[in-house]
């Protein structure tokens, strides 16, 4: 079974903080996403990625950049946190090419206070 | 642009009574279609999809959806629930246009009372 692990299920941080949240896969997918999702809102897509040191915007990048240094690799970073970014935040791989659609991680909500 | 409109956020069900959650896109050339279901405090899990031929979609858990292109609808059916289908349910497209990106809708809560 294709696995995707995310680093934390829980994070509290403070406002102005640098925060970084890991996605590992382990099956060799060369797609990898990162969504936030919110009530109503269902899942937004922030940054994603078809391949090393690859990187697009998705629909709500702002304040969020993300780095693709190692294929099973994708972390999301929040420069500077903000109450508004508190939310519950979802990885995802695909492989290339291929519309099997995604193998999510368990997420991570944030809490900025 | 693709979008994906599912009209019900709440969907409240006895146990073994039928369940229908209606998913609604907008988009201009040919779709791949998913529905995901979301338990408490989990990742999603791929439920089914449809990218190309019959129309009628088998998932898990005893669910089916129906591609309907000239109503551009792809809605989700289980004929009788569990209990253990409380959960969220989010419809998604992609399109060529979109590679693999997938949209989401905003997702319907299922409550099953027994």
């Known amino acids: 079974d294709v696995k995707v692990t995310q680093s934390s299920r829980y994070l509290v941080k403070r406002t102005g903080e640098k925060v970084f949240l890991e996605c590992v896969q382990d099956m060799d997918h060369e797609n990898m996403f990162w969504y936030r999702q919110d009530p109503g809102l269902g899942l937004r897509l922030i940054y994603f990625s078809y391949d090393v040191k690859m990187k697009e915007k998705g629909d709500i990048p702002e304040g969020y950049s993300v780095s693709r240094e190692k294929k099973e690799r994708f972390s999301l970073i929040l420069e500077s946190a903000s109450t508004n970014q508190t939310s519950m935040y979802l990885c995802?791989?695909?492989?290339?090419?291929?519309?099997?659609?995604?193998?999510f991680g368990s997420g991570t909500r944030l809490t900025v206070v | 642009a693709q979008s994906v409109t599912q009209l019900d956020s709440q969907v409240p069900v006895f146990e073994e009574a039928p369940v229908e959650l209606r998913c609604n896109y907008s988009s201009s050339v040919s779709v791949y279609l998913f529905w995901y279901v979301q338990y408490p405090n989990q990742g999603l899990q791929l439920l089914l999809k449809y990218l190309s031929g019959s129309t009628l979609v088998k998932g898990i858990n005893g669910f089916e959806a129906e591609f309907n292109k000239s109503q551009t609808s792809f809605h989700l059916r289980k004929p009788s629930v569990h209990i253990s289908d409380t959960a969220e349910y989010f419809c998604?497209?992609?399109?060529?246009?979109?590679?693999?990106?997938?949209?989401f809708g905003g997702g319907t809560r299922v409550l099953v009372k027994p």
């Open positions: 998604a497209v992609s399109d060529q246009a979109a590679g693999n990106k997938l949209t």
């Open positions: 995802a791989s695909s492989s290339g090419g291929r519309l099997d659609g995604y193998t």
